[in-house]
């Protein structure tokens, strides 16, 4: 099982000597520099892995306020989102699996809005979008919105050949996939929820023994490392 955090909670150094996989955020808001990835590739060791988040315009409607940190242009926003396998996003796409390279990254998170809910529309969208990028690598998807039942993500996970990615203690279990992929988000009150010990233990119990346990709280590179020393106790 490795642990994690989701985003770089300090020093890069430190960070790599202590953890065995990061996954990218920035990669969601906008494209990462050629030079910025092969520095993270050359200060990690050979062994430590790199998840990225995929674009917003992929997933994300224009309008989403994430936008805001993105480089793309007003018109160019309006041929994005909800899986539209349109030139801008193609484009993109393009550059994202470019850097993903340099970093030897094979595994890819969507996370997609409540906005996007099951509609026939939506699903054929994700069928055309993930049949194009088949052969690419390993596609790893967090659902939001309760219309997303766990039969819906199940049978979409299963169909599209995606990693159910879910907070187990938030979201419920994982549905569907080949090994675990759990993103903690902290507490329905807070993100800056500190995880006790015995929810830890509870973590545990749901991942099983082969996949990610990635931290995206307020204390996230604390928490990481206690999740790290209850493993090699």
Sequence with gaps: MKIGCCGFPGALNRYFQELEVVEIQVSFYRQIGEQQAQ???????????????APQCVTHPPKSPTYRRSHLSIQEKKACGNFTLSEVVKREMDVFLVRARVLEAEKFLFQTPPSFKPTRKNLKAMEAFFSHYREVGIFLWEPRGEEWTPQIIQETCQGLGLIHATDPLLEGPQLWGDFTYFRLHGSLKTYRHDYTPQEMEAILELAGKEGYIMFNNHKMWKNALELKQLIEV
């Design 39 to 53: 520095n993270w590739r050359m200060k990690a060791l050979e062994s430590f892995e790199f998840i990225l988040k």
